[in-house]
């Protein structure tokens, strides 16, 4: 079963997250503001992995102090997805 969600972050520069799951695998991952670069990056490097192994590697990343960051608000993402 595919899902999507629009995520909307928290503490981040980066504002929304969009993300496709097909039974528990990322197909697509795309941010909304943030560090242009940094943030395809990251939806590059998640594509076609299982979203629990996501959460579990990047979930409590900081940026700068902000207690999260744009991977711990994917980590958050994912883990909405997941509960839907």
Known sequence: MTKTIEYKTKGTCSRQINVQITDGIIDS???IGGCNGNTKGIAQLVKGMKA???IERVKGTDCRGRGTSCPD???LALEAALAE
């Open 29 to 31: 991952v795309e941010f």
């Open 52 to 54: 629990t192994d996501i």
């Open 73 to 75: 608000q994917l980590a």
